[in-house]
């Protein structure tokens, strides 16, 4: 099993262009989320969702989207690209809501510069 | 929203010592879980912790749920050089594991 796949691994990007970092699971798993980390803080949700059709906001939802048609794929879209979304953006998915579900399988992560 | 403190920030230790690190948060978890992160990689889960009072180990880890289920620690005994990297505690409720929250991590140095 490959995981959790994110692509692209870096991108740079000029302010005000868009583009859609894309997520890939292989697990079945109905949980999936994006995250971003900035130095010297912790993983910061962005969005979520709990299975195909279904999304939620997270804490930094501003200035992202996302959509689940299928369990396996969970893509992230920047719909006009700012400085402050320089940062790490993780991908992770879990098997199901509760439960002693073992916790969270992360992507390597997409390294994203806005310049 | 929750919030958790994760201590200390950054710790600098000789190879062969012991190190602990705790998270404390304002709210309580059903599930506390502790990641390690290595340099230009994602998060991997170290250890699940699912009842207060429960004590996990899995090698030289050994990790706690607080009783009050707003706390836990990881201690990490004799430590090595590939041990260096963040550490990072999360706390989630059973009724949606996908909003897990985060701490902002323990930067471990070994030095050998």
């Known amino acids: 099993n490959a995981g959790v796949t994110q692509t692209p691994k870096f991108q740079v990007l000029k302010t005000g262009q868009s583009m859609t970092l894309q997520c890939a699971q292989d697990?079945?798993?109905?949980?999936m989320s994006w995250y971003r980390q900035d130095p010297g803080m912790g993983l910061r949700l962005i969005h979520y969702s709990v299975g195909a059709g279904i999304t939620d906001q997270g804490e930094v939802p501003n200035g992202y989207n996302v959509s689940r048609s299928t369990t396996e794929d969970f893509p992230l879209r920047l719909l006009s690209a700012a400085p402050s979304q320089t940062s790490v953006y993780f991908c992770?998915?879990?098997?199901?809501?509760?439960?002693?579900?073992?916790?969270?399988?992360f992507g390597s992560g997409t390294r994203l510069t806005v310049v | 929203g929750q919030q958790l403190n994760q201590s200390p920030q950054s710790m600098f230790i000789q190879e062969g010592e012991d190190v602990s690190m705790n998270c404390t948060s304002s709210?309580?978890?059903?599930?506390w879980l502790w990641y390690k992160q290595d340099p230009g990689e994602g998060p991997v889960l170290l250890i699940a912790l699912y009842k207060a009072g429960e004590l996990t180990s899995n090698g030289r880890l050994t990790a706690q749920f607080g009783i009050t289920r707003k706390d836990s620690f990881l201690n990490i005994s004799a430590s090595i050089p590939s041990d260096v990297g963040i550490y990072f505690c999360a706390g989630q409720l059973s009724t949606n594991a996908g909003k897990s929250t985060f701490g902002d991590g323990t930067t471990l140095t070994v030095k050998p």
């Open positions: 709210s309580i978890f059903n599930t």
């Open positions: 697990m079945n798993h109905e949980y």
């Open positions: 992770a998915s879990t098997p199901s809501a509760g439960g002693e579900t073992g916790g969270y399988t």
